[in-house]
C-alpha cells in the first residue's frame, strides 16, 4: 500500500465518521450500539492507517524502505500512549 492509497483509505474513514456523527446529531440522540460500535471501529482503523503512514514516512527519511513497512493490528496501536 503506498502513501497516496493511504491517505484516500484515511479521507474514507474520516468522511464515514463524520456521517455517523452527523446523523446521530441529527436525531439528537447520540451514538448508541451499532453505530457506536461503527465509530470505535473506524476510530481503530484511522489510528491503525496514521501509525503505518508515519512509519511509511520515517523509513523514507532515514533512507530505509518504506515499502518494508506493513500495518500493525489494531490492538498493538492502540495501546500506545498519545
Excluded: F
Excluded at 492509497?5 to 468522511?15: A, F, M, Q
Excluded at 446523523?23 to 484511522?46: F, I, K, N, P, V
Amino acid at each position: 500500500m503506498d502513501d497516496k492509497t493511504i491517505l484516500n483509505r484515511i479521507s474514507e474513514l474520516v468522511d464515514e465518521e463524520h456521517k455517523l456523527r452527523a446523523d446521530a446529531q441529527a436525531h439528537e440522540s447520540g451514538t448508541e450500539g451499532d453505530a457506536s460500535e461503527r465509530l470505535r471501529a473506524l476510530e481503530e482503523s484511522l489510528d491503525q492507517c496514521w501509525d503505518l503512514l508515519r512509519r511509511r514516512r520515517a523509513a523514507r527519511q532515514s533512507h530505509g524502505d518504506p515499502d518494508s513497512q506493513g500495518e500493525r493490528p489494531k490492538p498493538e496501536v492502540e495501546r500506545y500512549l498519545q
